[in-house]
């Protein structure tokens, strides 16, 4: 398998086929933070993701939100996480294994039934797969991004 591929895509994390993971036997879902559930560096993601955030969840999904960024930076954030229960993996280093071991712990589930899903092959997608975790690209929020992520995709182009 190519570590860089993607399992699935998604046009966004409101458009993806929820039911059609649960059908595949996927119990917990991983989040990129951001360009994936919101903007890079900003606040809290939208009422929107908030409502799907909750929605999963009552429909049995465990949620973690795994994140390259410095979040002591962004206390809002961790707050808008904390109110809805979900646990924030950060700074995870992905694509190295130690958060997303992290992760699965926290959400005491398995790499076969664990889904994660975010807008970077070089960190989300490559992280994912080397753990053996059912893998979703979803194209960036915004093209607001760090110089670093920029250089990720100049990388991500040519590995195409
Ligand atoms: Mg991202």
Redesign the pocket.
Known sequence: MNPFRPRARARSVHELDYAALWERGIRALLF?????LGLWRAGPPDVRTAELLRRLSAAGFKLAVISNGRLSQRPEVLDFFRELGIPVIWPARKPLPAGFRRALKVLETGPHETAVI???ILT?VLGGNLMGLYTILVP?LSPNESRFTKFNRFLERWLR
Do not use: A, V
């Open positions: 990129d933070l951001d360009n994936t975010g807008d970077q989300d960036p």
